[in-house]
């Protein structure tokens, strides 16, 4: 909720601002791991204390060095969620001791931010001991007002901190429903191996610079929610990580990325593929994302991105389009657009595509029409006997949804062989094709 008072974690990268938002939620939101700069881009999440609801948002680790683009990008993600945010948690960390780099964040922060409420905690911190006394008395060199010792993994000290940010803050949670979620149709998944353009397409929709962009693949590895209203319609669109195969161990962060780019998929009801046309061999990899859009019964759009960098005609993109048929059987109910997230061509075209595919998610046969179908489609073509038995179908009515599932009632269910269902599937979309969504057949 963009209403709600946002808190951001700021620090150098490594110092654990990503566990201390999973401790502050209480569950795993952002991806964790021993790797140095593990967050790149803003990651949200709304978080609840002493009857306060407010919006936690993890930052990439600053870099304050403007040499490399990566950085450079992170650095304005951080700068982002500063503007956005009425308080900020600046993080360090306890093992390693002050180091010139926090000192000079921390002052860079009170410039940048100086009118906002800045907390100084000191992280990995994990038990209260003289030890400890002494490890967080290098950090009065910031000159801080108060310093916090915290535990993100233990969670000592957190609620101390949390105390003090919240105080200021009304008390709202009667007036939110934390179990409140987007509808799922408002949920679109822009997904596909990495570099084809995601985040860039994911940028150029939304009209803002949220996701991080750059020529390294692998770059995005959380996934991104961000609520777009257009044209008085409300889109929510989420930028996944780049999904191939994980070549290490399952505790590596590009495992856990994969894993919460399944989840997503999983959870709504419309993919954009991405493939690149820029390159425009379709991948194995490119196959199995479509194979998991297809098993969690999702709409899709097919988009060739980068078509700028994609000289010909109109002869090789129907060449194209019959390619990726091809390659791509399962999702024939895929519109297919050509379109440039690096020059906006066609990008617009996009929300055409969505309003209509969640426009076919809505429609629904009624069950006289169906009765209708069912009787046509078995007067043309009686279904075959079952182990010497006529077969009888009873009643063919559609499930709510989406997804889109019709449900047919049979006297031997198992007897309904699968090219007799699709038959009868072909009848239906003689009525309604759904463009965008995958039609199933349940039989009972």
């Known amino acids: 909720m963009k209403d709600l008072y946002t808190v951001a974690i700021v620090g150098r990268p490594n110092v654990g601002k990503s566990s201390l938002m999973n401790r502050i939620v209480g569950k795993r939101h952002a991806i964790v791991d021993s790797i140095s700069g593990v967050t790149r881009d803003r990651n949200y999440a709304t978080a609840v204390w002493n009857a306060r609801v407010f919006n936690l948002v993890d ?59 800045l907390y100084a905690a000191v992280n990995k911190l994990d038990s209260i001991s003289h030890s400890t006394e002494v490890m967080l008395a290098d950090f009065y060199e910031l000159g801080a007002d108060k310093l916090y010792a915290v535990s993100a993994l233990h969670g000592n000290g957190v609620a101390d901190l949390l105390d003090d940010i919240t105080e200021p803050m009304e008390r709202n949670l009667d007036k939110y429903d934390e179990k409140k979620q987007p509808p799922a149709m408002e949920r679109i998944a822009i997904v596909g191996r990495p570099n084809v353009g995601k985040s860039l ?66 959870s709504t009801d419309i993919s954009i593929l991405v493939l690149d046309a820029s390159s425009p061999a379709i991948t194995m990899q490119d196959k199995r994302i479509a194979g998991k859009i297809v098993e969690t019964n999702s709409a899709c759009i097919i988009v060739w991105n980068k078509w700028d960098l994609f000289t010909a005609g109109q002869a090789r993109w129907d060449e194209l389009i ?29 929300y055409n595509l969505i309003d209509m595919v969640r426009e076919n998610g809505r429609k629904r046969i009624s069950d006289a029409i169906l009765k209708e179908i069912l009787f046509e489609a078995v007067t043309i073509q009686p279904p075959p006997s079952y182990k010497g038995r006529e077969m009888r179908l009873f009643k063919l009515f559609q499930k709510p949804g989406p997804p889109i599932v019709f449900r047919l009632k049979a006297s031997a269910p198992k007897g309904v062989h699968f090219s007799y269902q699709r038959y009868l599937l072909n009848h239906i979309m003689q009525e309604e094709a759904f463009e965008g969504w995958p039609v199933k057949l349940e039989v009972s």
Do not use: W
């Not at 304050?64 to 982002?80: G, K, N, P």
């Not at 961000?226 to 044209?231: D, L, P, Q, T, V």
């Not at 109910?333 to 906006?344: K, L, T």
């Open 59 to 117: 930052t990439g680790g600053l870099d304050l060095d403007d040499s490399q683009s990566l950085m450079r990008s992170i650095r304005q993600q951080a700068e982002f969620a500063i503007e956005e945010a009425d308080a900020i948690i600046f993080l360090c960390d306890g093992e390693a001791g002050l180091v010139p780099d926090d000192k000079q964040i921390f002052n860079y922060l009170r410039k940048i931010a100086a009118d906002l409420p």
């Open 322 to 350: 019959k390619e990726t048929r091809e390659a791509f059987p399962q999702l024939s109910f895929a519109p297919i657009v050509s379109a440039s997230a690096m020059s906006g061509l066609r990008v617009d075209r996009l």
């Open 201 to 266: 397409l994911f940028n150029k929709l939304i009209r803002n610079e949220r996701s991080i962009v750059d020529d390294v693949p692998g770059v995005t590895r959380d996934t991104i929610l961000y609520e777009h209203k257009r044209n008085g319609k409300t889109y929510t669109f989420i930028d996944t990580a780049g999904l191939r195969r994980p070549n290490k161990k399952k505790d590596t962060v590009e495992f856990v990325s994969a894993l919460k780019t399944q989840d997503v998929i999983e």
